[in-house]
């Protein structure tokens, strides 16, 4: 029974989330599988994958052939590498000790890769939250200066019309008192 190791699709409409699986190649997408190997989360950045490594490597030792999504996967975590290494540990160019102090070297450097990439993006989301707070604060004090503005020329529209209703009602009341004579 030929194996793969592939992606099972669950989640909601635009919001996919994978279980990563051994199953036979003739089985649905989404059907029967041997045995679940992890999980995939694209929705989040940088992207969430759980994964039993030991296990994919025991799949992948046993001839199982991963899709090239799959294979994308298993390579960022690295199941691809322990695979080659132990191929090399049976073969008898490295021993178990050499092979796992490479993998460790590697899992640490690919940590500090990921961290750091984390640190960017919470960086570049301060960066653009900051932007946009000061732009916010730009609209609103131009809002202000406008609204002092229009309160100002009202204010000066006002009393022109007094200044201009005063001397004719002085003038009326002028005409009153010389009628009233």
Do not use: C
């Not at 003739?26 to 296990?55: H, S, V």
């Not at 932007?131 to 604060?137: M, S, V």
């Not at 019309?161 to 008192?177: F, L, N, Q, S, V």
């Amino acid at each position: 029974m030929p194996v793969k190791i592939r992606l099972q699709r669950h989640g909601k409409k635009g919001k996919p989330f994978y279980w990563i699986v051994a199953a036979d190649s003739r089985a649905k997408r989404d059907g029967r599988f041997l045995e679940k190997l992890g999980t995939y989360n694209p929705n989040t950045n940088p992207a969430t994958i759980d994964l039993d490594i030991d296990g994919s490597v025991k799949w992948l030792q046993n001839g199982a052939q991963p899709t090239d999504t799959a294979r994308a996967i298993l390579s960022y975590k690295g199941a691809m590498l322990k695979n080659h290494l132990a191929g090399g540990v049976a073969k008898g160019a490295l021993t178990e000790e050499e092979a796992e102090k490479k993998f460790q070297a590697w899992l640490d450097e690919k940590a500090g890769k990921v961290a750091s990439k984390e640190e960017s993006l919470a960086k570049a989301k301060a960066d653009a939250k900051a932007k946009a707070l000061e732009a916010e604060k730009a609209v609103n004090e131009a809002r202000v200066a406008e609204a002092v503005e229009e309160v100002v020329e009202e204010e000066a529209a006002e009393v022109e019309a007094a200044a201009e209703e005063a001397p004719e009602a002085e003038a009326t009341e002028e005409t009153k008192e010389e009628a009233a004579e």
